[in-house]
Antibody, heavy 118, light 106 residues
Framework: QVQLVQSGADVKKPGASVKVSCKAS????????IYWVRQAPGQRLEWMGY????????RYSQKFQGRVTITRDTSASTVYMELTSLTSEDTSVYYC???????????WGQGTLVTVSS | YDLTQPPSVSVFPGQTATITCSGR??????ICWYQQRPGQSPTLVIY???KRPSGIPERFSGSNSGNTATLTITGTQIVDEADYHC??????????FGGGTKLTVL
């Protein structure tokens, strides 16, 4: 069965960086894109970017351009999302999700809580 | 690009719940709907305006016309109580979510 398993919760100080992993299994890794979506407490879901796991192409939301980097390791079927220059406003649950074309994000990871606090 | 949803919708069990999502020329875009129960990850319930992924009950349906997309739950059950998020694919911002609607089954 399709699974996306994310790394565990993390606490960071303002100005630091965080790297969250998303390990995929149960499907052909390179046939889908992996998206990153975050949700701050009480806020709407917010798209950050995605990577085409087949050809390594990436696209980032303008809001996070320059601060977020999404990479893949095909040998490990794992995607990574790194966010730099953290502030308290980056405190959120970060999700990875699988998608292909306009078919929607059909499988989601369990979420990773990142807390930014001094 | 902005998507607007009502903050909350209430319905009695067995009734039909209607959740709207508004945006400029929304029918030019594909819409998805996600269900999110408290403390859980979102689940895709509708994609490409009106298609149901396998495993999603038939009581969930979607439509998209003009500036409004609609998620309809026919014969709402208590287990359907959750937050529902619409999502559009947009040429400029690429992927955008609505603010979410809390569905309460009374």
């Amino acid at each position: 069965q399709v699974q996306l398993v994310q790394s565990g919760a993390d606490v960071k100080k303002p100005g630091a960086s965080v790297k969250v992993s998303c390990k995929a299994s149960g499907y052909i890794f390179t046939s889908y894109a992996i998206y990153w979506v975050r949700q701050a407490p009480g806020q709407r879901l917010e798209w950050m970017g995605y990577i085409n796991a087949g050809n390594d192409n990436t696209r980032y939301s303008q809001k996070f351009q320059g601060r977020v980097t999404i990479t893949r390791d095909t040998s490990a079927s794992t995607v990574y999302m790194e966010l730099t220059s953290l502030t308290s406003e980056d405190t959120s649950v970060y999700y990875c999700a699988r998608g292909r074309g306009f078919e929607g994000l059909d499988y989601w990871g369990q979420g990773t809580l990142v807390t930014v606090s001094s | 690009y902005d998507l607007t949803q009502p903050p909350s919708v209430s319905v009695f069990p067995g009734q039909t719940a209607t959740i709207t999502c508004s945006g400029r020329k929304l029918d030019d875009k594909y819409i998805c709907w996600y269900q999110q129960r408290p403390g859980q990850s979102p689940t895709l319930v509708i994609y490409q305006d009106n298609k149901r992924p396998s495993g999603i009950p038939e009581r969930f349906s979607g439509s998209n016309s003009g500036n409004t997309a609609t998620l309809t739950i026919t014969g709402t059950q208590i287990v359907d109580e959750a937050d529902y998020h619409c999502q559009a694919w947009d040429g400029t911002t690429f992927l955008v979510f609505g603010g979410g609607t809390k569905l309460t089954v009374l």
